[in-house]
């Protein structure tokens, strides 16, 4: 019976979650302007430094930042306007 | 009972995968939301993109123990921590390949051991969609995985955290999704799992029976586990960052063993969060998790003779906290003092404990309730450059105190 109950906890909460995913993609799919309009550098700022500190632009070559970004695109799971922002802000800034 | 738990956790996957493909097709395309075009890169030749990032890692400790009714013990040494290499490979706009090889030296007696932390192949099936599969770390927590690296400002590791979902193989998908001022994160997969301990030969504290093991490749029953997480980020700054993470598995112990339908599952909710008081920055970082498995009665042999003791029944359960918090004063004109970062961090972790005991008995396998208090100072020579200096004094419930000053550099390139 307990096992039975939190089974369908976890269902429900995954479920749930998962509903709101859906639900959000569908109806947030506008952006407002002022976040739409952040530049690369804007980006840059905020993101990278959640985890670390922001990365020097000249710590890696053109090619090399752009495997870097898809690395951080996986391992932070950015949205890709994000990160492709923050990849050309880090290449026209190297 | 079995067939139910199987088939739901057959539908949520698919209503998982279903909501990423009809989400992506029906979604919205309007200039707000186009990524704009990526810069044509400066070098000339070649579709294949190739970093071999790594770091290497030393450090310096001093370990005292106290203990009622033993005489104190202290020991100094250098440590030479770890080496790891990391290449990552960009093949085209959606194929990226990633992986992460660690050396690992043995503390006592000398030798290494070569582990394959990750090897992981990702393809961007839409801006919303990357699937991926092979050897990773699944999204479980904030610090496994995200801030157990040059990234952690704390230099140790909270206690309780290595215990939930680590590496494993396995396939899923995940994405990024802005919505108005916010962002979600999701992460979904189907891995092999934890493995059951169960050892039928070592007698006494030394016997790791009903813990969870993450580090084999090949699956040993049948069954997956279904596991995920969902980060929300509801500022439009980005700066905080919530997240709940879990993982089910049906069956840990092998094929057709005993213990085959012995199941487990496994909770976290984190908090990320970072503000500019200008001059100084400041972080809060917090985790929770909770793992249980099945609860049984294990019998194991005690000596040749095959004796069979049964085990006291005990509560296959266990959680561990820790909470952070660091200053940095970044905006300080000085290089050296705005280099510096000052963190303190307390945590618990609490084990598995027998049946109609009290709380102060231990595990079967001899872990004992720890209390953690950490104090870091960090210089960032760079960005990924941390010389970490820290007191942490770790207290364990009818155990010893160990008090552990460590001084660590990480270089990673």
Redesign the interface.
């Known amino acids: 019976m307990k096992n039975k109950s939190r089974n369908r906890i976890i269902s429900l909460t995954v479920i749930m979650g998962i509903t709101s995913i859906f639900v959000v993609m569908i109806n947030g799919c506008k952006v407002p302007e002022s976040i739409a309009n952040k530049s690369g550098a804007q980006l840059w700022g905020e993101n990278c430094i959640r985890c670390h500190n922001s990365p020097d632009p000249k710590t890696y070559s053109d090619d090399q930042w752009d495997a870097a970004a898809e690395h951080m695109r996986q391992k932070a799971i950015l949205t890709d306007v994000e990160i492709t922002k923050i990849k050309a802000f880090l290449k026209l800034a190297n | ?1 079995k067939t ?2 199987g088939t ?2 057959r539908i ?1 996957l698919l ?2 995968l279903c ?1 990423g493909y ?3 097709a ?3 395309q ?4 186009v ?2 075009a ?2 044509p ?3 000339q030749g ?1 579709g294949t ?3 071999l ?1 790594g770091k290497a890692q030393a450090s310096w400790s001093q370990i005292a123990t106290q203990l009622q009714g033993a005489p104190n013990t202290s020991s100094h040494t250098f440590f030479p921590d770890a080496f790891m290499l ?1 290449p ?3 093949v085209n706009n959606r194929l ?1 390949l ?1 992986a992460q090889v660690e050396v690992d030296v043995n503390p006592m007696g000398g030798g290494a051991a070569i582990n394959l932390n990750e090897m ?1 192949v ?1 393809y ?1 099936s839409t ?2 969609l ?1 699937v ?1 599969g092979g050897n990773f770390s699944p ?1 479980y927590g904030l610090y496994m ?3 157990d690296d ?2 952690n400002r704390y230099c140790t590791d909270p206690i309780g955290m290595n215990r939930g979902p680590q590496t494993q193989t396995g396939i899923g998908i ?8 916010s ?6 997969y189907l891995s092999n799992g934890p493995q059951l301990v169960v050892d039928s030969s070592t007698h006494g504290n030394a016997n790791a029976t009903g813990s969870l093991n993450y580090g084999n490749y090949t699956d040993n029953n049948n069954n997956k586990a279904i596991g ?1 997480s ?2 929300f980020l509801p500022l ?4 905080l ?1 919530l997240d ?1 993470s ?1 993982q ?1 598995a049906g069956k840990t112990g092998s094929l057709n063993s005993p213990y085959e339908n012995i ?1 487990s ?1 496994s909770l976290a909710a984190d908090i ?1 969060y ?1 503000h500019l008081f200008n001059p100084v ?1 400041v972080r809060v970082q917090a985790e929770y998790n909770y793992t249980k498995t ?1 609860q049984f009665n294990y019998p194991w042999f005690s000596d040749s003779t095959k004796s069979t003791l049964l085990v006291p029944g005990f509560n296959n359960q266990l959680s561990g906290w820790y909470a952070g918090i660091t200053v940095r004063p970044s905006g300080i004109d000085n290089e050296i003092i705005r280099n510096l970062e000052l963190g303190a961090r307390v945590g618990t972790y609490t084990p598995p404990g027998y049946i109609g005991a009290t709380s102060n008995t231990p595990a079967p396998w001899g872990e004992n309730a720890e209390q953690q208090t950490t104090v870091c100072l960090t210089y ?1 020579f ?3 450059t941390p010389l970490n200096i820290a007191y942490d004094q770790l207290k364990m419930t009818n155990g010893p105190t160990i008090t552990t000053y460590t001084a660590r550099l990480i270089y990673f390139f």
């Open positions: 009972m139910k738990t739901i956790r949520i209503a998982g909501a009809i989400s992506s029906y979604a919205q309007d200039s707000s939301t990524a704009p990526e810069i890169n400066k070098a070649g993109k190739f970093l990032a990391m990552l490979v960009k990226f990633d992981i990702y961007r801006p919303w990357s991926f999204k995985g995200v801030m040059f990234t995940q994405g990024g999704i802005q919505a108005g001022y962002k979600f994160n999701y992460q979904l995920g969902i980060g439009s700054n980005s700066n960052q709940v879990g089910v199941s599952y990320n970072y920055m099945h960032w760079t960005w990924k």
